[in-house]
């Protein structure tokens, strides 16, 4: 309700402190833990925060989850309570809509914007695809979910699938997740961020875009400000972090260049 404190979100660290900061949101269904494949090469050169956003992970309990503009709050009230001034930002698929909302709304502290296959950007979404991974619980059904989302013939890593379905083990968590999905994918489409609004984002963007993405199509990614530089990985789905991990560090590792 308006004026309760905003939530902090649950998070993981990695790296040093003394160095630049770095926050990784990740996208639907998923956690912090998504982007553990390419944190490690990040944390060498940067303190690397990932929350957990709110209804995922170890924040499922936490308020705001099926509202970008609250999720967006409760990054900022973690990056406070984290101790964190200014910071480089990245954000996959849903996180990659939180992202753009917090450089909105808070422009003197995003240094740097990198989105992953970002939601937002158009309103055309695999709405079905999406609303089945928010109902997988067991192994096979994630795996067959996170199959979907990826470019034809690829496969979803193992520790992917197990870190999800153990995830929602969690009843409340999996409860969150599905009812997201739905609220997510209302009416067969997403909710989109006006080109007008984008153009309001004045740090350096970089979007990452795989050009068989079978969730959102890789043409929302079409007249976007001159600002945003857009590179196009051949032949990759939805799934970036996994299908393209070294597209992805080297991104998000220009971005501190």
């Keep these: 309700m308006k004026g309760e ?12 402190a003394g160095g630049p900061d770095f926050m990784l949101l990740h996208g639907f269904g998923g956690s912090g833990a998504h982007f553990r494949p390419v944190a490690e090469d990040l944390a060498a050169r940067a303190r690397v925060t990932m929350p957990d956003l709110p209804g995922h992970g170890a924040s499922f309990d936490v308020a705001g989850s099926r ?18 001034g200014r910071f ?33 950007f158009g309103t055309e979404i695999a709405a079905g695809t999406l609303r089945e991974f928010g109902i997988a619980r067991e192994a096979d059904a994630v795996r067959r979910a996170l199959a979907k989302m990826m470019a034809p013939g690829a496969t979803p890593p193992e520790r992917e699938v197990a870190l999800i379905a153990a995830e929602r083990e969690n ?3 999996a ?12 009416d067969g489409k997403q909710g989109e961020i006006p080109r007008a609004m984008l153009a309001g984002i004045r740090c350096p963007v970089r979007v990452v875009w795989g050009t068989a993405d079978p969730v959102l199509p890789v043409s929302q990614c079409r007249d976007l400000p001159e600002n945003f530089r857009v590179d196009l990985v051949e032949g ?6 996994a299908e393209a991990p070294e597209a992805v560090r080297a991104a998000l590792a220009a971005q501190l260049a």
């Design 67 to 84: 509202h970008p503009r609250a999720a967006a709050e409760a990054v900022l009230a973690t990056a406070d309570a984290a101790g964190i």
């Design 5 to 16: 404190p905003v939530p902090v979100l649950s998070f993981r660290e990695a790296g040093a």
């Design 171 to 173: 009843e409340r968590l």
């Design 236 to 241: 990759a789905g939805h799934m970036l972090v």
């Design 175 to 186: 409860g969150e997740i599905a009812a997201i999905a739905e609220a997510i994918t209302r």
């Design 88 to 120: 480089h930002l990245a954000g996959f698929s849903m996180g990659g809509a939180v992202a753009c909302l917090i450089a909105l709304a808070a422009p003197e502290r995003v240094l740097s914007l990198t989105l992953l296959a970002p939601g937002g």
